[in-house]
DNA sequence: AATCGTTCCAACCGCCACCGG
DNA sequence: CCCGGTGGCGGTTGGAACGAT
């Protein structure tokens, strides 16, 4: 059962490669109409496409911010770090690379970087899988990277923000400080997700877990708690904070535990930045090549 | 020039999370 | 809480382009 498909089939859509005709039809609707209401889109653009495709082609190929050219080597290397600490998390790698799509960045991946790092993943030479036959009957599971087996990988998901702590220096003391329990105290590192989730109403939402480092000395600022799934606190904690915690600094933070949370402020700039920045740039800049 | 094999990438497919009714 | 609609994501595929023979 499930939900129907998208487009029905039965419909005489078009497939396959777009004409010139049908990329102008799309863009002046989208720069007309703006992006979104995929499904009713083909309808009132006067496309015989799914919504699904139109919106593949806007972002994939039409949207005016795409980057076109090859691949430099800075975006390479950058794919191939942010790879190791996200796996096969195309739209968040594509994210740290303005221009690029997670498609086109998948492709990369499959077609030259995945290559270059595992060498051949098919003993025979050839890039794709063996053909099914007898001999070779189809797996049941394609091959995939095997990201665990060489480094820890992030996982971005995350559940709701409870509590966030903030060290002293960080805080204005005229601010109101309310545990997660919702009790009020003027000395209480804790403030109320209430109170930072009001601060960023209007960011972007991103979800990613979060260990915010002072830039001179990488010790933590602050931290957040979360109610987090077991699994993925596991395997969060999987990822090398002791590392991430020792680089450079034999100190080490305020904050022994890692937490995630959506958005935070960034006492740095005084306003609220989405989490995945941060926790990336820091992750790029402190994990090993 | 013709044929065959390989590479690359745009497009498709199915699944899932999220959201609103 | 449940359900259906929608958007988004990652894996896969088809075919055009290219190179080798």
Known sequence: MGRSPCCSKDEALNRGAWTGMEDKIL???????GEGKWR???????????????????????????KRGNITRDEEELIIRLHKLLGNRWSLIAGRLPGRTDNEIKNYWNTTIGKKIQGHPFSDGNRKPPKQTQENP??????????????????????????????QEAQNPDDQIVDD?????????LVSVD????????????????FLLDDENSSCKFMVDFKVDEN???????VDFSE??????D???EVASATACDKVPDFRSSSMVPVIDYELDWLIDNTAH
């Open 244 to 249: 991430l915690y020792n680089n450079g600094n």
């Open 232 to 238: 993925f606190l596991s395997d969060f904690l999987n």
């Open 195 to 210: 109170q930072v989730n009001d601060q960023v109403a209007g960011i972007e939402e991103s979800l990613s877990p979060i």
């Open 40 to 66: 009713n889109l083909p309808k009132r653009a006067g496309l015989k496409r799914c919504g699904k495709s139109c919106r593949l082609r806007w972002l994939n190929y039409l949207r005016p911010d795409i």
């Open 181 to 189: 329990n919702d009790h009020v105290s003027n000395n209480s590192p």
């Open 27 to 33: 863009t002046e609707y989208i720069t007309v109409h």
């Open 251 to 253: 100190e080490g933070g």
């Open 138 to 167: 189809k797996p049941t599971q394609p091959p995939k990277v095997d990201t665990d087996s060489c480094t820890k990988v992030v996982r971005t998901k995350a559940s709701r923000c409870t509590k966030v702590f903030i060290p």
